[in-house]
């Protein structure tokens, strides 16, 4: 390729989608995505690829476990990379469930939650400070989703449940309608009672690939850092598509 984006020599085939290495597995759902959420096209400064698996409602994922929905997974992350992805994630932090399962059947990076960022945020934190998480609902999150993510069994969590509109939209009543500012005050207020129970809490990460448009509000409420599936993504794709320098 010339410095003028025009291409010389042999261009290679072999997929179906080029420009758009990285395929991201979608709940069946209908509440709003605005801005910021993975499910928002305008939310990634890169192409990407998306494939809705069919049943896989959010309550069954986050409520339910996930139950018989890995073959569908894994069938939609092989329809993915045949299409072109190099690399999958996904559209849930609860899928971590399916981290090894999904890597196995296709053969090309995944990085399924947001939650695998734990171990690397523990690592810049000085002693004494630990990682808290904030997900949609703390009371199902359970230790095997933290384990197949890295995470420590004992990390703290807060969950959005008791709020107002977040958990509600989302999870029990799949609205097709959304106060975005209830849902960033739950989101937050779920931060805040975190480092209210934990103060040794360092650094945040938002499990919800639905959080990040309200990730700024939590580091300004709080005064920690904060990761979600927008920073795993971003670092994910970096690493498909390294930066050139002149």
């Known amino acids: 390729m010339t410095g003028r984006g025009e291409y010389r020599g042999i261009a290679r085939g072999g997929k179906a989608v080029y420009g758009a290495p990285l395929g991201i597995l979608m709940l069946e759902a209908r509440f709003p995505r605005i801005p910021g959420d993975m499910?928002?096209?305008?939310?990634?400064?890169?192409?990407?690829?998306?494939?809705?698996?069919?049943?896989?409602?959010?309550?069954?994922v986050v409520m339910q476990g996930a139950a018989g929905l890995l073959p569908d997974f894994i069938a939609a992350a092989q329809d993915l990379v045949r299409l072109g992805a190099e690399a999958i994630t996904t559209n849930c932090g609860f899928l971590s469930l399916f981290q090894r399962e999904l890597a196995a059947a296709v053969a090309v990076p995944v990085a399924t939650s947001s939650l695998m960022q734990v171990?690397?945020?523990?690592?810049?934190?000085?002693?004494?400070?630990?990682?808290?998480?904030?997900?949609?609902?703390?009371?199902?999150?359970?230790?095997?989703?933290l384990e197949a993510a890295g995470c420590?069994?004992?990390?703290?969590?807060?969950?959005?449940?008791?709020?107002?509109?977040?958990?509600?939209?989302?999870?029990?009543?799949?609205?097709?309608?959304?106060?975005?500012?209830l849902a960033q005050q739950d989101v937050v207020d779920a931060a805040l009672a975190l480092v209210t129970r934990h103060p040794e809490v360092g650094a945040i990460v938002l499990e919800c690939t639905n959080m990040p448009p309200y990730a700024a509000a939590v580091s300004e409420a709080t005064g920690r850092p904060t990761y979600d599936i927008y920073s795993l993504v971003s670092w994910f794709h970096a690493g498909l598509r390294p930066r050139r320098f002149a």
């Open 39 to 60: 499910g928002n096209g305008t939310t990634w400064p890169f192409p990407v690829l998306y494939r809705v698996v069919g049943g896989a409602s959010p309550d069954r």
């Open 152 to 181: 420590p069994l004992d990390i703290p969590v807060a969950g959005t449940e008791e709020g107002r509109e977040f958990f509600r939209v989302l999870i029990k009543a799949e609205s097709q309608d959304m106060d975005v500012d």
């Open 119 to 145: 171990p690397w945020v523990q690592a810049t934190l000085p002693p004494g400070r630990r990682v808290g998480v904030v997900t949609v609902c703390a009371a199902t999150l359970t230790p095997a989703h």
